[in-house]
């Protein structure tokens, strides 16, 4: 059984930064995608950023491209999210999900295919 627990979250001002963190267990990762979803009170849960485990390719929504990046630790099974020059429209909860038989960066976006979820981290960008 997969176990993802997000940290990290927190309140800063806009333009700030601020680091996720998603310790995974359970099962080596090896052809899993690792990716990050938020939601936003009143909005559907959207896609932020993925990344193959195994290739370490990556994908973005198109609303974060250039300020976050998504990275993975092998030896920490950890996947982070750095996310740079924060808006006030990023305040949302931030879910790490994961999911296995993922090669392409393309699937990386489906949201229903994901079999695990963390608990989530809330991110609260201040004006």
């Not at 099962?27 to 936003?40: D, I, L």
């Not at 990556?58 to 250039?66: E, F, H, I, L, Q």
């Not at 999911?99 to 963390?118: H, T």
Request: hydrophobic letters at 30%; proline letters at 2%; charged letters at 15%.
């Amino acid at each position: 059984q997969v176990h993802l627990v997000e940290s990290g979250g927190g309140l800063v001002q806009a333009g700030g930064s601020l680091r996720l963190s998603c310790a995974a267990s359970g099962r080596t990762f090896s052809g899993y995608g690792m990716s990050w979803f938020r939601q936003a009170p009143g909005k559907e849960r959207e896609f932020v950023a993925g990344i193959i485990w195994s290739s370490g390719r990556t994908n973005y929504a198109d609303s974060v491209k250039g300020r976050f990046t998504i990275s993975r630790d092998n030896a920490k099974n950890t996947v982070y999210l750095q996310m740079n020059s924060l808006k006030p429209e990023d305040t949302a909860q931030y879910y790490c999900a994961a999911r296995g038989g993922v090669y392409y960066s393309s699937s990386l976006y489906d949201e229903q295919k994901y079999n695990y979820w963390g608990q989530g981290t809330q991110v609260t960008v201040s004006t």
